[in-house]
């Protein structure tokens, strides 16, 4: 069974306070690399699918990057703000073109 | 601008009891997955499916099985359901077309008494 890791699990910030999180998978067999958001009370929307070593993905505020040889990503949250509250999921396919395995996620709080 | 529908979001069942969960995408993805979700252990794969009367086991597929008849639909049977099968159960769906992407459902929260 693939193993996807995620660190910190939770994590409270103030307004304005930039953070990151890690995921970390085998970096053998690599295929790819997803980012999901999961606000309270809706479903998980993907932020980011990343599949090559160095790849840096952005979306307004928040930035990916991923290390496929050491078998790492980082997501990065510039500026925090209350609505970015929410957990933040990676997965990975076990084997090319099947399902994702998911980390256990990280919860980031934002006070105003 | 509904693309995955759960049938319920609320159940509650009797320990035993037979449980259908429904799930309809409308957006002609090839791939359908049930998930569940419990606290301090994240997204857990149950089954999934690449293709029209085609299943695959995941990481946790005890107590289940599986049914998809058309490709918009995908269907997670609990035979008898047990108190430790309360849990929020979702639904998504992913094109090969689209680098697999999830989009999930809404959520199925289940309670087994």
Redesign the interface.
């Known amino acids: 069974?693939l193993n996807v890791e995620q660190s910190p699990q939770s994590l409270h910030v103030q307004e304005g306070d930039s953070t990151n999180f890690t995921c970390s998978f085998p970096s053998s067999n690599f295929y790819?690399l997803?980012w999901?958001r999961w606000e309270t009370a809706?479903?998980?929307?993907?932020l980011f699918?990343m599949?090559l070593n160095g790849d840096e993905k952005k979306k307004g505020r928040i930035s990916a990057t991923l290390n496929t040889k050491e078998g790492y990503s980082y997501l990065y949250i510039k500026g925090s703000q209350p609505e970015d509250s929410a957990t933040y999921?990676c997965?990975s396919?076990g084997k090319a073109?099947?399902?994702?395995?998911?980390?256990?996620?990280t919860t980031l709080s934002v006070s105003s | 601008d509904v693309k995955v529908t759960q049938s319920s979001r609320y159940l509650v069942k009797r320990t035993g009891e037979k449980v259908f969960l429904e799930c309809v995408q409308d957006m002609d993805h090839e791939n359908m997955f049930w998930y569940r979700q419990d606290p301090g252990l994240g997204l857990r794969l149950i089954y999934f499916s690449y293709d029209v009367k085609m299943k695959e086991k995941g990481d946790i597929p005890e107590g289940y099985s599986v049914s998809r008849e058309k490709k918009e639909r995908f269907s997670l049977i609990l035979e008898s359901a047990s108190t430790n099968q309360t849990s929020m159960y979702l639904c998504a769906s992913s094109s090969w077309a689209g680098a697999n992407v999830l989009t999930f459902g809404a959520g199925s929260r289940l309670t087994v008494l």
Do not use: D, Q, R, W
């Open positions: 069974i790819a997803h999901y809706k479903s998980p929307e993907a699918v599949t999921l997965a396919p073109g099947t399902a994702l395995i998911f980390g256990k996620g």
